[in-house]
């Protein structure tokens, strides 16, 4: 089934249970400061869900754009996208669970020729909400019952395994279940996640999730054993029924809300997939003719460049929507996060050397050079007819080809020097250093350019530039480079953000008593030592990545100030042990979100810290964090070493 012919089956099946069909609200949302973006359909139907009346009734159905940011960094495996689309269907105050989980259930397994998306539901597993103990709010026994029902009628054994079945929820095991049930953070919804984190007035419920088993192998890589919410890739979460019941008050406890609603959230590209039975999302039927193109422009097979045809794939359809909606690329906010989609797509085009390509068209019958990512961008405004984007083909395209255009502008200058250098068979320290310095050329191209030549580039000489670099600096911006830099690449820049976030996650698991006592920053991993005296215990370990992880996906800003030493001390930024300091000094900070260089808002950062950098602009650029190793090296001095990905 095509994956267009799938949503006009969701929005009909829910018609014909009186729902009202609603067009897909604008990707900007329009009275939601909380995101950048539409992430989820519930945003715009937020007044709704609160008690305002929608003016077509209780029961709407939609087909949503959304867009989420903190997954850029994830695309490139089988399943992550920044952009999807969320097929809804909605109760303000009317139906709720009997109704909703019966009629999803029926949606999904029913036959092609009935409406449905036949999906075999054998191959489905649910989940439900275990109960929170901090807010009160009892585990849904309701859906348990529910969900026994439809799966027993099937003649499917529907066995419930429970949460407390181990303590932490996180390796449950299959043991035969059907049903599992999850805690807050796996089974309740909010925009603004668990309970915990909402603000007052924020409404959110427990949810009830679809997978759907790929019946891959498991991956130990992931956990001990398998579950629903395991992310080893057999299952695939693929709808998420929210009963959004109560909201949060002052006091922070929580009250039910005037009315009880569905917010029932199908992701129509994931559903694709499942119906292919093919956990690979970019093989469905929306990127074939793009990827086909693909492979003709550049020569080589999607299966060969998975990683890179997923990125530009993703990334040029999310900024084909986006500039649809009126957002053009910038330095801040939403024309940041543009700008970056289009660069990454640009620098992954690269990779498949698809600069400035033949593209042959249908028919073979010219060829022109022209950019490789403006024609999938335009058959990506051709294969979405149902939102119209061909009326403002003329808006997407011409930026997109600017921005490409800006991007490789300095790309192609430092290509020309680079030539220009390369004359006399050889390009020195000082050269890599120059090239660094005015085109923003890491390292690494420098020296996969010179190799492409067969020329040498001498290393040594350059990195001595780097040192002599870093001394004028220190005494220029009157700050302090961290001791242990090896370097100043991509690579060790990124790692030096993350050093930072896992000081401060050290602080939060271990205490605050936590201090840093040297530190040795590679391309390749960090190593910071810190005082503690015993040994960290897997769980520790585990939660200083996840909290540093959630740091980077929430792609903070990293900000520079210069202030007087007295006040940056008052801040409490953290300084480096044994460190002499002069009276002006650099400071970098990370988050909040809305922080700018003009306002830091440094009392809501999440970390603070003396240093003369450098650092990637925002910690998004990170990539996955991991800790590699932790071990004792002096007394009371433990030392973690850990790596990006
Ligand atoms: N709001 C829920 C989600 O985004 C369901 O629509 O998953």
Redesign the pocket.
Known sequence: MRTQELRDKFLSFYRERNHKEIPSSSLVPENDPTTLFT????QPLLPFLLGRPHPQGKRVTDSQKCFRAEDIEEVGDNRHTTFFE?L?NWSFGDYFKQEQLPWIFEFLTKSQEEGGANLDPHRLYVTVFAGDSMTGIPADEESISIWKKLFTDKGIEAKYVALESNEKGNELGMQGGRIFSYDVRKNW?SRAGVPAKMPAGEPGGP?SEVFYDFQTPHDQKFGKECHPNCDCGRFLEIG???FMEYIKKEDGSFERLAQRNV???GGLERIAAAINDDPDVFNIDIFDEVKKSLEVSTEKKYEDYKREFRIILDHIRAAVFILADGVVPSNTGRGYVLRRLIRRAVRFADKLEAKDLRVTNVAKKFTLHRSLLTDVAETFIKIYKNYDLVKQSNAIVPELEKEEKKFRTTLVSGIKEFEARAKDGKITGQDAFDLYQSYGFPWELTEEMAKDRGISVDREAFEEEFKKHRELSRTASAGVFKGGLADRSAETTRLHTAHHLLLKALQMVLGPEVKQRGSNITAERLRMDFSYVNKMTEEQKKEVERIVNEKISEDLPVIRSEMPKEEAEKLGAEREFGQKYPDTVSVYSIGPKDAVPDDPKFSEAFSIEFCGGPHVGRTGEIGRFEIVKEEAVAAGIRRIKARVS
């Not at 992430?39 to 519930?42: D, I, T, V």
């Open positions: 992430g989820s359909g519930m969320m809804g919804w949810d998420n029924s929210v917010d029932f959230g």
